[in-house]
């Protein structure tokens, strides 16, 4: 059984859990936008392994790349959660809708003041 993080543990070992959580949070955003690509991606020999590409993904960020996980997050990692929380769960991105203004319909000025004989 795996153990969560403790809240001595994790007072004791701030620093290391925050940059594991951190690393975790990062290589599931990585997967999750490589799971957008199935089906999709093919080389001269045919469709790519999506396992591939999420591999070849995530070797590629550097950890100076790193995002801080978004509030809400819980790693599907259970080794990697805390003891309070509870199954797995990837926030939404919270992207703000475009505001709406006025239509704007350009009119061409039909301009027949001299004719050309």
Partial sequence: MVMAITKESYK???EYWDY???VQYNKE???N???QFEGRVYNEFGQVDLQAV???LWDRVKPEDYEEPRKGWI???PS???EEEGSAFMPKWD???PKKGRRVVLKAKNDRTKEFE
């Fill in 75 to 77: 790693p599907e990692e």
């Fill in 33 to 35: 936008m490589a799971d």
């Fill in 12 to 14: 004791d070992l701030k």
């Fill in 29 to 31: 955003m990585v997967y």
């Fill in 95 to 97: 992207f703000e809708e």
């Fill in 80 to 82: 990697l959660r805390f």
């Fill in 54 to 56: 999420k591999s070849t």
């Fill in 20 to 22: 594991q959580r951190k």
